[in-house]
């Protein structure tokens, strides 16, 4: 018989220790070590048994691997690579309240009209409570059977008993226990288990199974990251719930890219899908004021427009601020520092606060260009034109670098009615739709404001 040993494990991200301490060495986390029995290693357990004989197939002796069963919902289709994958496990995360509950409802009801046999189990509402947000969202499905059980035990013996599912949500990972542990639940051990043992059932029954994921205060997914490991899929529901869009965002995938991002505006009735993306991001006004400049962007293979704004101030510190929302706090400051080494632009005795309008956070390289003519535009009190959009990345020696994807960005600036754009020179674009004003340089970029200019020569 295994023999039983005592170990610690920390709760935030599953380092194990011989000895009990106050803070884990990995995360920094205090009084997160907690003791746990642990079996003996597997190649001891299992003495002299040998072990079963495995069958091996041909790849070309298997099912199409191509075969995905679409949810209904074009964004949550587009995340996943083109639909759900069947016996996949697939992980979301996301703060509280942000939507996830509602977004995984929608899922079954539309995955339900289609046909397909789906299960809810709740293990933080009663069924009552989950049936009244059922209706709320326009769900009166009743192929979608609901349950609220935390017990792991009960619940794969009730999914094995039943007909054929094709897809399973377990709200949340966090709540599920097992018998066979004596942590509590939300624990390492627990969640890893319960993890383990549904991963184990999709791939038996070849069910879709989605576990919602509860994030820490640093929007990481709670629990060992070994669950990220075990899961087909990692998806992330951002958004600020000041703001009504949500965004999707897949961070791991096994069946499709890993850079696509669906978009969702939170409604009174619901999720609901938005077609243009670009048009919710970018301000309603007619006229753009100075310090604002329109970026076309790439997020996965979706282009999207989204206006960086900017404002330049006088300081009344002795250290001036840098405040910035939605994009990269040490790109900011390169921006910052090559206006100033390779353009003359004193910055240095000013407040900068950098905005990503809608709440839209953006990661590419390629916002350096927008987000330096917002900057110059602020400090020249000089808008840029309306009808002009603006990308491209910048190094440390001045250079305006080109990017990825320009002719989907043209496209799709073109498609929202903008007539020119600046970008970076040597596109090599042939009969573009919008009138191209190429820089090599970021200094070309202050020619464009001739206030600019004349301040950089006094």
Avoid at 44 to 64: D, I, M, P, Y
Avoid at 80 to 90: C, N, T
């Amino acid at each position: 018989m295994a023999k039983s040993q005592d170990r610690y494990v920390c709760q935030s991200c599953g380092a194990v220790y011989a000895k009990w301490q106050g803070r884990c060495e990995e995360c920094g986390g205090w009084n997160s070590v907690i003791e746990e029995t642990a079996k003996a290693p597997l190649s001891k357990a299992l003495g002299g048994r040998r072990g079963r004989k495995l069958e091996f197939v041909s790849l070309q002796g298997t099912a199409g691997a191509d075969h995905r069963l679409a949810t209904g919902i074009a964004e949550l289709d587009r995340v996943l690579g083109g639909g759900m994958v069947p016996g996949s496990a697939i992980l979301i995360g996301g703060d509280p309240g942000i939507g996830k509950s509602t977004l995984l409802l929608q899922t079954v009801g539309a995955l339900a009209k289609g046909g397909a046999d789906c299960v809810y189990i709740s293990g933080e509402e009663a069924a009552d409570q989950i049936a009244m947000r059922g209706r709320r969202v326009g769900m009166n499905e009743d192929k979608v059977r609901f349950a609220a059980a935390s017990d792991l035990r009960d619940i794969l013996a009730s999914l094995a008993a039943a007909d054929p599912i094709h897809a399973v949500v377990i709200d949340s990972i966090q709540t599920l226990h097992s018998d066979t542990l004596d942590s509590a639940p939300g624990t390492v051990a627990q969640v890893r288990t319960a993890a383990q043992e549904l991963v184990a059932y999709a791939k038996r029954s070849g069910a879709a199974v989605f576990l919602v994921g509860h994030v820490t205060k640093d929007g990481q997914i709670a629990g060992p990251r070994v669950v990220e490991h075990m899961v087909d899929t990692v998806l992330y529901f951002e958004g600020d719930r000041s703001h009504r869009f949500r965004i999707l965002r897949v961070v791991k995938n096994r069946f499709g890219a890993t850079d696509e991002i669906g978009v969702f505006a939170m409604t009174e009735g619901g999720l609901a899908e938005i077609a243009n993306p670009s048009a919710l991001f970018l301000g309603q006004g007619n006229a753009r004021a100075s310090g604002a400049a329109v970026f076309a962007g790439i997020e996965g293979s979706r282009p999207l427009l989204v206006e960086i704004q900017a404002l330049v101030a006088a300081s009344s510190f002795t250290t001036p601020r840098r405040a910035v929302v939605g994009w990269d706090s040490g790109r900011l400051a390169m921006i910052l520092a090559v206006l100033d080494a390779r353009c003359g632009m004193t910055l240095s005795g000013r407040d900068v606060y950098l905005n990503v309008a809608g709440g839209l956070r953006v990661n590419e390289p390629a916002a350096d260009l927008a987000a330096a003519a917002a900057l110059v535009s602020s400090l020249a009190n000089e808008p840029l034109p309306e009808d002009a959009v603006v990308f491209g990345e910048i190094s440390l020696a001045g250079e305006v670098r080109p990017v990825a994807h320009t002719e989907a960005r043209i496209k799709e600036a073109a498609k929202l009615g903008f007539t020119q754009a600046l970008i970076p020179f040597g596109s090599g674009l042939r009969n573009p739709p919008l009138r191209l004003t190429e820089l090599e340089r970021l200094s070309d970029l202050l020619a464009l404001f001739p206030p600019v200019e004349k301040r950089v020569q006094a």
